[in-house]
């Protein structure tokens, strides 16, 4: 079992830059695959970025390539979104999402455990 938990949602102008946070606790961090999904009102919860287990490997959707960086902290059992250069279609409410598979994926089948979210707003 791990427990999530986001932060550092906002709301931002255009252009301008968040650093969402996950903080785990429970089982070992380090045993997780773990990655960050939203959903914006009406739409269905979509994959944003993974980061493998030692953090050597990331994924991201195309929509964020560019803009948004994953990243882990495995002594802090933390991982990162960095959002740079947001936009308004980028509002929604962001999760985290940990997965005890060892292989790399975009599904949200795939990931056990949930945070709460964090809300994201970006005004034109």
């Known amino acids: 079992q791990v427990q999530l938990v986001e932060s550092g949602g906002g709301l931002v102008q255009a252009g301008g830059s968040l650093r969402l946070s996950c903080t785990a606790s429970?089982?070992?961090?380090?045993?997780?695959?773990m990655g960050w999904f939203r959903q914006a009102p009406g739409k269905e919860r979509e994959f944003v970025a993974y980061?493998?287990?030692?953090?050597?490997?990331?994924g991201y959707t195309d929509s964020v390539k560019g803009r948004f960086t994953i990243s882990r902290d495995n002594s802090k059992n933390t991982v990162y979104l960095q959002t740079d250069n947001l936009k308004p279609e980028d509002t929604a409410v962001y999760y985290c999402?940990?997965?005890?598979?060892?292989?790399?994926?975009?599904?949200?089948?795939?990931?056990?455990?949930w945070g709460q979210g964090t809300q994201v707003t970006v005004s034109s």
């Open positions: 999402a940990a997965s005890a598979r060892p292989d790399l994926g975009r599904s949200p089948a795939r990931y056990g455990y």
């Open positions: 429970g089982r070992r961090f380090s045993d997780y695959v």
């Open positions: 980061i493998n287990r030692g953090g050597s490997r990331t």
